[in-house]
């Protein structure tokens, strides 16, 4: 039977044909997990040596800054070769690379402290603030989606539009600054915004690095209050921007997947609403997670932009300083973690679509 | 009382031109045609006749801009079109069932086929996942799915178009219809695979009891599968009868050019008949919607067409249909 010949050719659980594989023993997530670990390495060079060109291309010689208005022209030289910014790029660039795989950023210009220890200290803010607000704003957007979908074209789809054209349209750290004026300078509801536990409590002893959770491992009602109360404004704010692109694209994806034919045919098949509607869920689950991790990697930058408004003192801040000070090993160390991060995030996600679409398992 | 009877149906398609001013297409202009229990019927017409739209009102799958105008569909006595959502489908996917034309895109990409087949069956009735898993694999063994445990357990993109119609046929007789409406069941199959699924599809409507309404461009599916056959034009059946004495004796011009338009009878030397614009439906004529395009129109036609009787069961919607009749015989 001619239309047999495609069929039967699809691998199905339990009879895979036999073929030689590289990768026996493991399954097949980690066997994908693996694949897409291979691509890292290369990803991070070329990120490496982009990052690196462009910090020296950037106009500023940061040699001058820092040896002084009245350094000499010999003095400065001094510097440049202290800092082995005398040799040819290629050679700096080899050096670099060699202490980055050693796991050595070098030390920042600035503070003379080793960048990656400066990072590693403020990422747990930083993530803290990252997870919280797009995990809030996807609380909010998708199920604010989904409904707006469902009833498309009806009052709660218009308002959604309209509410989600305004998350657009609002610079974030404007909406900081406002939301600043707002709850701290004319109600007084919210703590002044000046860093990430008000300066009367006391910090808990470092465990995850994230006071929340270090506070509350210690006992300490007192520090956890204060660092769940700093959290409020600018976590807010973070969903606030990210709710708006993920409400408008869940509603995209759910209006597409309803239009669909298997969701007509479902229809004429007398499903329930419950199970249309679970259809229209599970089919819009793989597209939603992908947009919400690149939500989540996309607005690495926004955030460092409320950390500047809030004095939050996590990476973002950190790396922002650090381009407006030009400060190299800095800037290159900070990019080189918002690359792993986002692929970190982007891996994750891979492999829960992975998990999730029978399409993808099918090769 | 028929299994199926549609009384004077009529859908527009509502909207605005350009400049804003609402235009309406009148889509479905009194389609009228009954179904007995155990037959099988075949809706014939051009693209646009309405075909496919007579059978979306019957289902509730109308749509915006597409709006009922008018018209009953009684199924068992039950006007279709008066029903809510919720009587509506404890009706549609048991007692009606369809078979569509896009399998492989009708199947939900993420569920197992054989989850597929059990959820149509749990929506209906009250039957365990085991009991309906079992039937399920019995239903695939039936049309046809060789190795149907396994494939069971297979995603619609495994499945090639000509089986995942196969798997659309099993969905369709899971709750044993009386009546499975078939939407052009074999457009975009092999031609080979085209006949299995249709010598499949009538087997398994007999063995159950069921009626059929299929849909169709494909005259030669008509005269092959079916025993009544309704010719449709600018949302009106013109024509409509046995199929012996429909294909055998065409009463109505437009069914008359439409079987000369087969390619059989042009390689047979027979004349190419008059080509004609598809009617628009945002300006049909007066009377007649095929006077434009009637070879033997005349004034009369402005005037609505009556409904002659010719044989028993025969019926045709012209003016002139007696004269023609007699002068082909």
Not at chain 1, 188 to 212: D, F, K, N, W
Not at chain 2, 13 to 40: C, H, I, K
Not at chain 2, 66 to 83: K, M, T, W
Request: hydrophobic content about 50%; aromatic content about 6%.
């Amino acid at each position: 039977m001619s239309d047999d010949a495609a069929a039967s050719s699809a691998p199905a659980p339990g009879s895979a044909p036999p073929r030689r594989r590289i990768m026996p023993a493991l399954g097949p997530p980690v066997r994908f997990l693996l694949r897409r670990l291979a691509m890292v390495t290369p990803i991070l060079f070329g990120v490496l040596l982009f990052t690196f060109v462009l910090v020296r291309l950037g106009g500023q010689d940061p040699v001058v800054r820092l040896a002084g208005p009245t350094a000499s022209v010999q003095q400065i030289e001094e510097v440049r070769a202290e800092l082995g910014l005398d040799k040819p790029i290629l050679v700096q660039f080899g050096i670099y690379v060699a202490r980055v795989a050693q796991g050595d950023l070098g030390r920042s210009w600035l503070n003379n402290r080793p960048v990656l220890a400066d990072l590693r200290q403020r990422l747990p803010a930083t993530l803290e603030l990252l997870f919280l607000g797009v995990g809030l704003g996807a609380l909010i957007g998708v199920p604010v989606g989904l409904t707006a979908a469902f009833g498309s074209g009806r009052a709660f789809d218009q308002i959604s539009r309209i509410v989600s054209l305004f998350g657009f349209s609002i610079p974030t750290y404007w909406l900081g600054l406002i939301m600043i004026f707002v709850f701290f300078s004319l109600l007084g509801l919210a703590p002044a915004p000046m860093g990430r536990i008000s300066l009367m409590a006391v910090e808990p002893p470092t465990v995850t690095g994230s006071y929340v959770i270090d506070s509350a491992l210690a006992r300490d009602p007192e520090a956890l209050w204060s660092a769940l109360g700093q959290l409020v404004l600018p976590v807010l704010c973070l969903a606030i921007v990210a709710a708006a692109p993920i409400i408008k694209q869940t509603r995209a994806i759910a209006l597409d997947v309803l239009a669909t034919d298997y969701v007509r045919f479902a229809r004429a098949s007398g499903l329930p609403r419950r199970d249309l509607r679970r259809i229209v869920l599970r089919n819009s689950l793989v597209p939603v997670i992908t947009f919400i991790g690149a939500e989540l990697a996309g607005l690495v930058g926004t955030s460092s932009l409320i950390e500047l408004v809030f004095a939050w003192g996590g990476a973002g801040q950190y790396g922002l300083t650090a381009i407006l000070e030009g400060d190299f090993t800095a800037v290159q160390g900070y990019v080189l973690y918002v690359t792993t991060f986002s692929l970190a995030i982007f891996i994750v996600v891979d492999l829960l679509v992975f998990l999730l679409e029978p399409r993808s398992r099918a090769s | 009382m028929s299994l199926l009877s549609i009384e004077d149906l009529h859908v527009h398609f509502v909207g605005e031109d350009r400049l804003g001013r609402p235009v309406t297409a009148r889509a479905l202009n009194g389609v009228s045609l009954t179904l007995e229990q155990g037959e099988r019927l075949g809706l014939v017409g051009e693209t646009g006749a309405g075909k496919s739209l007579t059978v979306q009102a019957l289902m509730g799958l109308l749509r915006a801009p597409a709006r009922l105008v008018r018209g009953r569909a009684l199924f068992e006595g039950v006007d279709l079109l008066a029903l809510d959502e919720a009587k509506l489908n404890r009706l549609r996917g048991a007692a009606i069932s369809m078979v569509v034309q896009s399998p492989k895109t009708s199947l939900d990409p993420v569920r197992r086929i054989g989850d597929q087949i059990v959820r149509i069956q749990q929506a209906h009735a009250p039957v365990s996942r085991a009991q309906a898993w079992r039937r399920a694999i019995d239903l695939l063994e039936k049309v046809g799915v060789a190795d149907a445990e396994r494939r069971a357990m297979a995603y619609p993109h495994q499945f090639s178009g000509g089986m995942a119609q196969r798997v659309l046929i099993a969905m369709a007789l899971a709750n044993r219809p009386r009546l499975i409406v078939a939407d052009e069941p074999t457009t975009g199959l092999d031609a080979t695979v085209q006949a299995q699924v249709l010598d499949l599809l009538t087997s398994l409507v007999r063995e159950e009891g069921a009626s059929l309404l299929v849909i169709t461009h494909d005259i030669g599916v008509v005269a092959h599968y079916c025993d009544k056959v309704a010719v449709m034009f600018a949302g009106v059946i013109v024509e409509s009868g046995p199929v012996e004495q429909v294909f055998g004796a065409p009463a109505h011009p437009y069914t008359q050019a439409l079987l000369a338009a087969t390619p059989e009878r042009i390689e047979a030397g027979g004349k190419a008949p008059r080509a004609g614009l598809p009617p628009n439906l945002r300006a049909l004529p007066e009377g007649c919607v095929y006077s434009d395009r009637c070879p033997i129109a005349d004034a009369s036609c402005r005037t609505e067409p009556p409904q002659r009787l010719l044989a028993l069961g025969h019926q045709a919607l012209c003016h002139h249909v007696a004269p023609q009749r007699e002068a082909l015989a």
